[in-house]
């Protein structure tokens, strides 16, 4: 747990409505008390973050993320003016594709102008949220998610095309093949509308595989 993360306050009657299903109910059960947590990040650096990992593995992102920083000696998050006024050739010497570099500009261009956090944007919901975030080069549907649920502390996200979740799925549910679409809306169904309380609980589900 990180300097600034905050555990995320699990809402009243959630675990009830979860341990409705036996199946989660076993899974709640083994894996214990819930400890998702809100990141302690600005939004733009809960993007940058995002954008940076995208196909790549937790220990590569973090090293070409900590090469990113220490570009910007200051403690604090550089501003998205500071990031455009970078030359792109020292963010390609960092390891970022160029790919990456014209999407985290994109994105900066989008906050510097005050289009992607007008005053208000906390207040939209889910969906409107995640269509408001996807317009940004290099975001996609689960990239905004991910922001709903680790960032906004949104409880009811399902990332349905999350491999880890579908794993997850595919393991409470006892089955050998990775659950459809329709299977996944389906099951986003039942939890709801606790589906980032049930998705953290299916992430864990990997770690105890053979206790479900």
Known sequence: ????????????GALAHLRRDAAMARLVEHVGRFSML???????????????????????AET?????????????????????????ELLRSVGLSRQKIAA?????????????????????DDETLIGHLTVVRGI?????????????ARVNVWPEDDL???KGVALLRGRDALPTRAQMREE????????????????????????I
């Open 188 to 211: 986003g169904e039942v939890f709801a509308p606790y589906c980032s309380i049930a998705a953290w609980y299916l992430w864990r589900a990997l770690d105890t595989e053979a206790q």
């Open 164 to 166: 880890g979740i579908r």
């Open 38 to 60: 809100r990141r302690g990040r600005t939004e733009l650096e809960a993007l940058v973050r995002a954008i940076v990992g995208q196909q790549l593995s937790g220990l590569a």
């Open 64 to 88: 070409i993320y900590r090469r990113f920083r220490a570009i910007y000696p200051a403690p604090a998050f550089p501003s998205a003016a500071e990031i455009l006024a970078t030359d792109p």
């Open 104 to 124: 985290i500009r994109d994105l900066c261009l989008h906050v510097d102008d005050g289009r992607l956090f007008a005053p208000g944007w906390e207040g939209l």
């Open 1 to 12: 747990m990180s300097e600034g993360d905050v555990r995320i306050r699990l809402p009243r």
């Open 140 to 152: 996609g549907r689960w990239s905004a998610q991910m922001f709903l649920m680790f960032h906004c």
